[in-house]
């Protein structure tokens, strides 16, 4: 996120740092850890996007046949 925001976005890098911080890692801990413990699935995003996207699909199947 920080080369992305530098590079792609013309920021400064101790503001995007800051940003972070202040703002997307307290939203992070308190909307989307908590919901965590609710997961079938956890996509991490730092993987390949076909590997993800092949797990997405297995877990809705697996619903499926039990639903």
Known sequence: ??????Q???RDAAEVTRRFKDH???MHRL???PTRAHCTLLVRGDGLLDHSRDEV???LDRQAVHA
């Open 1 to 6: 996120r920080l080369e992305r925001d530098v």
């Open 8 to 10: 792609e976005r013309g």
């Open 24 to 26: 997307v890692e307290p």
């Open 31 to 33: 909307h989307v850890e």
């Open 57 to 59: 699909i297995a877990t």
